[in-house]
Nanobody, 115 residues
Framework: QVQLVESGGGWVQPGGSLRLSCAAS????????MSWYRQAPGKQRELVAT???????NCADSVKGRFTVSRDNAKSTVYLQMNKLKPEDTAVYYC?????????WGQGTQVTVSS
């Protein structure tokens, strides 16, 4: 059974940084496009960042210049480095693995940005 396990969430003050990790198991990690999504209370889940199997990255406009997505295929792990965090970044962050018709989700990790 495929597993995606996020970690690294927590509470941080505005302007601070966090690094999220998502460790995958039981998939051929390097062929999957990996994405980070987030969902704030009362809002729809939104795409934050994506990294393809070849390493091409893309980030939502709301986080460009602040967030960076990367992957380590040897560790089957995708990362989301989040800098200059704002209160509006508060959400549950999820990772997703996508390949052709397959989508797998992690359980999510809470990020709270407040003073």
């Amino acid at each position: 059974q495929v597993q995606l396990v996020e970690s690294g969430g927590g509470w941080v003050q505005p302007g601070g940084s966090l690094r999220l990790s998502c460790a995958a198991s039981r998939i051929i990690f390097n062929i999957y496009t990996m994405s980070w999504y987030r969902q704030a209370p009362g809002k729809q889940r939104e795409l934050v960042a994506t990294i393809t199997s070849t390493g091409t990255t893309n980030c939502a406009d709301s986080v460009k210049g602040r967030f960076t997505v990367s992957r380590d295929n040897a560790k089957s792990t995708v990362y989301l480095q989040m800098n200059k965090l704002k209160p509006e970044d508060t959400a549950v962050y999820y990772c997703k693995a996508h390949y052709r018709f397959e989508d797998y989700w992690g359980q999510g990790t809470q990020v709270t940005v407040s003073s």
